[in-house]
């Protein structure tokens, strides 16, 4: 866990790919555990700390989490997420030739019903029994031909590579990797809704965060950027640049 801002209203850190932020199996290692065990070690506490979970990030996936440290914070901070005030922003790979975008950015509006049998979602026709409208904006930010190794090569053999970012407006389960599939847009690394004989870690990473401070309502944003995977094939045309 990186810490890139506490204070004594809300923690912010970055998550690493492959730790869930909260897990109810038995000796599974999580974020909010480790999150707890620092606070209570820091502070030397008796009794465990308050740690409110205010959104999550599916366990693959990296990227800029904030916690609540007060039951009030949590309650502003949640309706944050309710009423928009908190914008997320993600960056994805996907393995399409560049020449396929008609425009280098849109926006995906479908709705997402979730089969939580299979823990997976679907896009079917609205007004279909209990799916969620969902809707973000993406933005194609650079895009170069390579050569990786084995282990993150798609199934297809493309040799192109697409860097996009990606704004989401609501939080639907699998949103991002649902509708970008769906568009024709899979995501690198995405056994699930992409190309099922990839190796390579996701590549979805939640690069920045905005939110307003739950005590003094001061505008706060918070950034990282992507580590390892697909993304490293990028730091050179885009990370090493920013």
Request: proline content about 6%; glycine content about 8%; some cysteine.
């Amino acid at each position: 866990m990186t810490i890139l801002y506490e204070d004594s209203q809300i923690l912010v850190c970055y998550k690493e790919a492959g730790l869930p932020v909260q897990s109810a199996r038995v000796g599974v290692k999580d974020l909010v555990s480790i999150v707890k065990n620092y606070l209570w070690e820091r502070n030397g506490q008796r009794e465990e700390p308050y740690l409110g979970v205010i959104h999550r990030l599916d366990q693959p996936v990296e990227g800029v989490l904030v916690f609540a440290k007060t039951p009030k914070a949590a309650r502003e901070l949640s309706a944050q997420v309710s009423d928009g005030r908190m914008k997320k922003i993600y960056h994805a790979v996907v393995w399409e030739p560049a020449e396929k975008y008609n425009t280098k950015e849109g926006t995906l509006a479908d709705h997402l019903l979730t089969d939580k049998k299979t823990n997976s979602a679907r896009v079917v026709p609205e007004g279909s029994k209990g799916a969620k409208q969902a809707r973000l904006d993406y933005r194609i930010l650079n895009n170069i031909s390579v050569s990786p190794a084995p282990s993150l090569r798609g199934p297809e053999k493309n040799d192109s590579l697409i860097l996009v970012e990606i704004h989401l407006h609501t939080g639907r389960h699998h949103q991002i990797r649902v509708q970008m599939a769906n568009a024709g847009m899979p995501l690198c690394g995405d056994r699930k809704y992409g190309h099922p004989g990839e190796t390579g870690q996701l590549a979805l990473c939640a690069v920045s965060l905005e939110l307003l401070h739950p005590a003094t309502g001061k505008p706060m944003q918070f950034h990282c950027t992507p580590q390892g995977g697909y993304f490293e094939l990028f730091e050179e045309n885009y990370y090493g640049r920013i």
